[in-house]
T-cell receptor, first 115, second 113 residues
């Protein structure tokens, strides 16, 4: 069975600090997808990234970067120079069977960026 | 429309009543998904549609839950004889095809008294 663990329930940082959100997953499949979503206070989930299990290259998008390591089954998310607008709940998710249909979500990490 | 829309945004009902939640996907998106998010928790998958067919209903928590979809457009999630544990935010998402990135609506907050 697939499982996603986000051990950090809440994180607070001061603006401009870097912060890393951890995600550890479990799956028996060799083909799977990993996702990160942001849920701001408005409640609407915003898609951030999708990675497939065959692509371990790290990715950078502006202040966001992702570190995918199959050896440790982790897909961590780093925000560089955090801003108040980054405050939100961040969810990591996994989809097995290579279809990216049914997503299994972690319990989320509440990030608060203080001014 | 620009994004996925859901109605109502909030629904308060009494235990034992039936409720219908509506989702309008992004135009052109063939796949549609329903999730449930309990307070302070992650999302639980309920069901997905490819067109108007629902190949995977494994996430529906009980036979009180059902969903249908008309063509490749609107979907309705129905909860019969609501219970207090049904209280949650029900989120709908759509994607161009099943397997593509899912775009989420704002959710319907259901409160069962």
């Amino acid at each position: 069975a697939q499982k996603v663990t986000q051990a950090q329930t809440e994180i607070s940082v001061v603006e401009k600090e870097d912060v890393t959100l951890d995600c550890v997953y479990e799956t028996r499949d060799t083909t799977y997808y990993l996702f990160w979503y942001k849920q701001p206070p408005s409640g609407e989930l915003v898609f951030l990234i999708r990675r497939n299990s065959f692509d371990e290259q790290n990715e950078i998008s502006g202040r966001y970067s992702w570190n995918f390591q199959k050896s440790t089954s982790s897909f961590n998310f780093t925000i560089t120079a955090s801003q108040v607008v980054d405050s939100a709940v961040y969810f990591c998710a996994l989809s097995e069977d290579g279809s990216a249909r049914q997503l299994t979500f972690g319990s989320g990490t509440q990030l608060t960026v203080l001014p | 429309g620009a994004g996925v829309s859901q109605s109502p945004s909030n629904k308060v009902t009494e235990k034992g009543k039936d409720v219908e939640l509506r989702c309008d996907p992004i135009s052109g998106h063939t796949a549609l998904y329903w999730y449930r998010q309990r307070l302070g928790q992650g999302l639980e998958f309920l069901i997905y549609f490819q067109g108007n067919s629902a190949p995977d209903k494994s996430g529906l928590p009980s036979d009180r839950f059902s969903a249908e979809r008309t063509g490749e457009s609107v979907s309705t999630l129905t909860i019969q004889r609501t219970q207090q544990e049904d209280s949650a935010v029900y989120l709908c998402a759509s994607s161009f095809y099943s397997g593509n990135e899912q775009f989420f609506g704002p959710g319907t907050r259901l409160t069962v008294l």
